[in-house]
């Protein structure tokens, strides 16, 4: 069979299946076993295919065709331009999610500070990797230090497998735990801790903390056919989808601030409907924070930021 032929047929099976993305899918899954950009399904429409390049692709599309993710099937995503290591352990990157990338990467830009970064529920670790690489290379802004955490080992094992394909490895410490609290009990193993002083602080000029925490509700799960595939870990929150926001907020509330002695900025991506509740919830847990909503390309309410003071001791 020729390129065209069997692209064709695919995508018309696909479409069958009402699967919107029917075109783009069968080209990225093309181009994934013949081992090419998708520039070169166009360029070449007439190009012969073997036997096991036929056959491997008619099983992926007929693993399409059950709903999985094309993201799970070839193993990989893109995200902010990099390409990441997936399987079913882990989240697929979201597009909505490079807000978060972006904010940071703006602040580093416009301020060329140093600081220190921590990714709660970093999954494939996409936004602690995209941080790393662009802050110390790209912007040349050195020294910043990255940690990031994730209550799951075999997502840690991706995680830190991406972080070697992008070479930030060395940059980028990951602990096991719940939320914030294996940074807390790993403290005084930080690089730059004050040693005889008593009370360290993280090290350089202001702390940025990113989450991505789940935060769907069991009803928008049961609703959402096309997210089936992906880790209940890393979607459901809870009745009101904040259990893992109100608990994150709780144990930055009783970080003792004599380790965070610093400005810190707390990036949280949200569900466009939790909008309100979460202003309360920031308002109750961490007292005399500035909060700012940032809304998502297609206009929604998606991410919340906020500028905290920790009380000093
Ligand atoms: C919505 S996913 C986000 C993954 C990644 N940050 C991203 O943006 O693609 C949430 C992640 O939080 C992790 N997680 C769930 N509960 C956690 C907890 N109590 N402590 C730390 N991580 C947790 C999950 O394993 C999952 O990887």
């Known amino acids: 069979m020729i390129i065209n032929q069997i692209l064709e047929e695919a995508i018309k099976k696909l479409s069958n299946k009402k699967i919107l993305s029917a075109h783009l899918d069968a080209e990225i899954l093309l181009s994934h076993i013949i081992k090419k ?12 295919l073997t036997q096991k390049q036929v056959s491997s692709f008619k099983f992926q599309v007929s ?7 094309v993201a799970y099937i070839t193993g990989h995503k893109e995200f902010y331009g990099l390409d990441f290591f997936v399987d079913k352990n882990v989240l697929i990157p979201r597009q909505e999610t490079e807000l978060m990338v972006d904010e940071i990467m703006e602040q580093g830009t416009r301020n060329k500070e140093q600081g220190t970064i ?8 996409c936004i602690i990797i995209t941080l790393a690489k662009n802050l110390n290379s790209k912007f040349k802004i050195q020294n910043s230090k990255f940690f990031a955490t994730d209550i799951s080992k075999p997502v840690l094992a991706i995680a830190r497998k991406n972080a070697k394909l992008h070479n930030v490895h060395k940059d980028i410490k990951f602990f096991q735990g719940d939320l914030l609290k294996p940074i807390i009990n790993n403290f005084s193993k930080f690089p730059g ?20 925490l789940p ?20 979607l459901s929150a809870g009745a009101d989808g904040l259990k893992y926001y109100r608990k994150l907020f709780k ?9 965070f002695r610093v400005p810190c900025f707390v990036l949280c991506e949200i569900d466009p409907s939790q909008t309100t509740k979460i202003k309360q919830l920031i308002n109750k847990e961490l ?15 998606r991410m919340v930021i906020c500028s905290i003071n920790l009380r000093q001791d």
């Open 215 to 234: 935060y769907l509700t069991p009803a928008q799960i049961k609703n959402s056919p096309s997210i089936k595939y992906e880790p209940k870990l890393a």
């Open 193 to 212: 801790r004050a040693p005889r002083s008593g009370a360290g602080k993280i090290q350089n000029s202001k702390l940025i903390i990113t989450a991505n």
């Open 63 to 69: 693993r399409r065709l059950k709903g999985e993710p």
């Open 37 to 48: 950009p998708r520039e070169y399904l166009l360029a070449h429409p007439e190009k012969k």
């Open 287 to 301: 007292l005399s924070s500035q909060i700012q909503i940032k809304k998502d390309l297609r206009g929604l309410n």
């Open 251 to 259: 144990q930055i509330k009783n970080v003792s601030c004599s380790m």
């Open 118 to 125: 921590i990714d709660i529920g970093t999954g494939s670790g």
